[in-house]
């Protein structure tokens, strides 16, 4: 009977959450955590995890990249080649390992991570999100990371194409 009891307030707490009209410091969303322009870092978590009871999607909009860069939550490992990203370009403070290197790169000590990659190496309890050009081979590291026992990994679906267009029309 109480099981039951938990299950329905589990059930009924996310509802209540996601159709709140009002928000710790007055917002009126749960879309507003995305647009406010403050950057509210405490419910950056929220972003990505959601109210949901189902697995939490892996994918990450270019709005919740921005408050997590914003707000130094989470390493961005851009699996691109080194020449795509002299072509095109990157998302600012991510770091370059290419998709063939991901899963040896991830297995490596901090020391020879900093070494070869430039920028410090994710912990397996540190949010990462990986991106590429189109989503795809992001995708590909996602699924590798997680095979190695990573946990709050997440995949920029739109990848560098999507950046790119947001921050030209920004």
């Known amino acids: 009977m109480a099981l039951r009891r938990c299950w329905r307030f589990a059930a009924v707490v996310?509802?209540?959450?996601?159709n709140s009209t009002v928000?710790?410091?007055?917002?009126?969303?749960?879309?507003?955590?995305?647009?406010?322009?403050?950057?509210?870092?405490?419910?950056?978590?929220?972003?990505?995890?959601?109210?949901?009871s189902a697995p939490p999607s892996t994918d990450v909009s270019y709005e919740q990249l921005k408050q997590l860069l914003s707000c130094?939550?989470?390493?961005?490992?851009?699996?691109?080649?080194?020449?795509?990203l002299r072509e095109y370009g990157s998302i600012p403070g991510s770091i370059n390992v290419p998709l063939a290197q991901v899963g040896n790169a991830l297995q490596l000590d901090a020391e020879e991570f900093n070494e070869k990659?430039?920028?410090e190496m994710p912990q397996q309890t540190d949010n990462i999100v990986f991106t590429?050009?189109?989503?795809?081979r992001s995708k590909n590291a996602l699924?590798?990371?997680?095979?190695?026992?990573?946990?709050?990994?997440?995949?920029?679906?739109?990848?560098?194409?999507?950046?790119?267009?947001?921050?030209?029309?920004?």
């Open 117 to 119: 990659y430039g920028g």
């Open 132 to 136: 590429c050009l189109a989503g795809i």
């Open 23 to 52: 928000l710790p410091g007055g917002r009126s969303s749960v879309s507003s955590l995305v647009n406010n322009t403050h950057h509210d870092c405490k419910h950056t978590e929220l972003l990505l995890r959601g109210f949901s």
């Open 143 to 170: 699924d590798t990371a997680t095979s190695l026992g990573y946990k709050d990994v997440h995949n920029y679906l739109g990848g560098w194409q999507d950046w790119s267009k947001n921050e030209q029309q920004d």
């Open 14 to 18: 996310p509802r209540l959450l996601w």
């Open 72 to 84: 130094r939550k989470a390493v961005v490992i851009d699996v691109r080649e080194p020449w795509e």
